[in-house]
């Protein structure tokens, strides 16, 4: 049987979202490959099929994060004009992204570290991407005189660590929703570039 078959496919996601559930649980390193395939109800040895360690799981995820993030971010700038809206809506997205992924978020920025090398660099160079898009849109706000920073660069990464620690503490039974805390951000966006 092919690894690209639609039952195959359907194996992968299970085993993908059975490690999402077990390293949220039991973090990357506390968590067993038979953790995770018992998650999938499936043999420990089904997972070796699929996937060659728990780490491959933990970069497909991080991967996967990492580029739904990028187009959420690209998105949100595409949909605007204006430096001050695109800033909103990119804040107010990547908040609600963060929200509603927070269990993945938390387990991508968490378990960085876990990661070989070229896993490593391969989500490092998806990270600077993210970053830069951000730091571009400063930079643009800046140029035009609708933002008042004096340090685009640091703003920018104030901005991404304001929605990146939303999965750190947005529970959905929480007081807000992804939406209202999506707004807000995007209000607090504003006011720390200095928008005018």
Not at 4 to 11: D, L, M, Q, Y
Not at 39 to 44: K, N
Not at 89 to 110: C, L, S
Request: hydrophobic share 45%.
């Amino acid at each position: 049987m092919s690894a690209t078959t639609p039952r195959a496919e359907a194996t992968r996601a299970r085993l993908f979202e059975a490690a999402i559930a077990a390293f949220a649980e039991k973090g990357f390193h506390g968590t067993t490959t038979r953790d995770i395939a018992a998650a999938a109800g499936m043999s420990p040895a089904a997972l070796y099929v699929h996937h060659k360690s728990k780490e491959e799981l933990l970069h497909l995820i991080s991967r996967a994060g990492h580029e739904q993030t990028l187009a959420v971010v690209r998105d949100a700038i595409a949909g605007a004009s204006d430096p001050v809206e695109r800033l909103r809506a990119v804040v107010r997205a990547f908040a609600v992204h963060h929200a509603r992924g927070n269990t993945q978020a938390r387990i991508i920025n968490d378990e960085l570290s876990a990661l070989g090398p070229e896993h490593a660099e391969e989500i490092r160079l998806l990270r600077r991407t993210i970053s830069d898009e951000l730091r571009h849109l400063v930079d643009t706000g800046v140029a035009s005189g609708q933002f008042t920073v004096t340090n685009p660069r640091m703003t920018a990464v104030a901005l991404l660590s304001l929605g990146i620690d939303i999965a750190r503490w947005y529970r959905e039974e929480g007081e807000w929703t992804p939406d209202e805390i999506g707004e807000h951000y995007a209000d607090l966006a504003t006011r720390l570039v200095g928008a005018r």
